[in-house]
Every structure is written in C-alpha cells, then in structure tokens.
C-alpha cells in the first residue's frame, strides 16, 4: 500500500497569513508516459463532507479559490494557501489515486487563531 | 448538477450485514470512465477508502477489510450498493458515497452507521 504521510498536524494561522502543509507518499506517484501526479487535495470542513480542491497535485477544481495552490512532484507535494481567510476553517487531506488500495494522508488541521 | 446521498440502517448490532444504498443524479454509471467509490470515517478520525464500482462493472476492493465487502449496481435506477459483512464496533462509521473518474470529483452528505449491542 501506498502510505500518506501529512504534516503538521494541526496548525493555527491567522488571517491573511500564508499557510504551507506538505504530503509525502511511500513511493513516487509520478506516471511516466502521461507526467502526472496522481494527488488529490481535499478540504472538510466541520460538520460537511470533504470537498476536492486539487487534482493532477496542482490542477483547482473549478470555483476554487486561488489562494489554494498544490505544488509538488513525485513523493513530495504541498499544499499552500496565500492569505487564509476565516472560512479556510478545515481538515485538509491528500489522497493517492496512482494504485489502489486507494489512500489518504491523516489530514492537517487548520485553525483560524 | 451532480448530487449523491446514502442511505443506511443507522444502527446495527454486531456480527450483522451492513447494507447501503447511495442514490445519485447528474450523471450515470453506464458512461464511460464513471465510477462510485464508498468512504468511511470515524468520528474525529481519518478518512478510509473502501470499494469502487465502474461503469463497466469492474470492481476494487480495499484488502484490510478482507473478504467483508460487496459493491454493486443498479444503472438503471442511478444506484449503488455497499454490502459489509460481520460488522463490529469498528466499522462505527459516517459513510460517504462519491463520484470517482479517479479522484472523488463529487461526495454525498454521509451516513452514520452505529455497531452496538
């Protein structure tokens, strides 16, 4: 199984600061003949299903925000928030979709000091 | 408009089979490159891939559950189905339904399953 490590967990930021949390996977999700990285970001936030920010590790869902930018490549993959508003409020999760069984990292939770 | 939302016993008792229905629209799992993924996650916890369904009928299994798990579907009336048997007190769960071309593009609202005696 592909593991999903997430850090930190837990991070309290205030608003209009910049916010990173990295996902790190056990082996590459690099596929070679399309050069995608099969990493999804995911936010939750309290009491609502998850809700997909991310795919391709740096493509946004259409009506996200682009203050939510995924970066990263094989192993290590980030996502990053520009300037955090108060509804950021959130677990975010990161997902592997190169081989099932399918996984998800622990989540980071961001708090709004 | 894409919408997805299970539906489950609620609560069930330990050793019993866990049945659960998730009803969709806007799109359908006879396309091609559809598929419906079942999640679950404990409360205050994490979140745990299960099963997927394609439009071709091919299906994926999570391992660690072991022989526990049958999914299906019904094309026709727009469903999918998540069988689970001999449950216990951990498989207490909220789970969610989501729409899948390879990543889970779209959720259902959830479920709460309870396992107790």
């Known amino acids: 199984d592909i593991v999903m490590t997430q850090t930190p967990s837990s991070q309290a930021v205030s608003a209009g600061e910049k916010v990173t949390m990295s996902c790190k996977s056990s082996?590459?999700?690099?596929?070679?003949?399309?050069?995608?990285?099969?990493l999804a970001w995911y936010q939750q936030k309290p009491g609502q299903s998850p809700k997909l920010l991310i795919s391709w590790a740096s493509t946004r869902e259409s009506g996200v925000p682009d203050r939510f930018i995924g970066s990263g490549s094989g192993t290590d993959f980030t996502l990053t928030i520009s300037s955090v508003q108060a509804e950021d409020l959130a677990v975010y999760y990161c997902?592997?979709?190169?081989?099932?069984?399918?996984?998800f990292g622990s989540g980071t939770k961001l708090e709004i000091k | 408009q894409v919408t997805l939302k299970e539906s489950g016993p609620g609560i069930l008792q330990p050793s019993q089979t866990l049945s659960l229905t998730c009803t969709f629209s806007g799109f359908s799992l006879s396309t091609y490159g559809m598929g419906v993924g079942w999640i679950r996650q404990p409360s205050g916890k994490g979140l745990e891939w299960l099963a997927n369904i394609w439009w071709d009928d091919d299906k994926y299994y999570n391992p660690s559950l072991k022989n526990r798990l049958t999914i299906s579907k019904d094309t026709s009336n727009n469903q999918a189905f998540l069988k689970i048997t001999n449950v216990d007190t951990a498989d207490t769960a909220t789970y969610y339904c989501?729409?899948?071309?390879?990543?889970?593009?779209?959720w259902g609202q959830g479920t709460l399953v309870t396992v107790s005696s």
């Open positions: 989501a729409r899948i071309t390879y990543w889970f593009a779209y």
């Open positions: 082996q590459s999700l690099l596929y070679s003949e399309n050069k995608k990285n099969y």
């Open positions: 997902e592997q979709y190169y081989d099932t069984p399918l996984t």
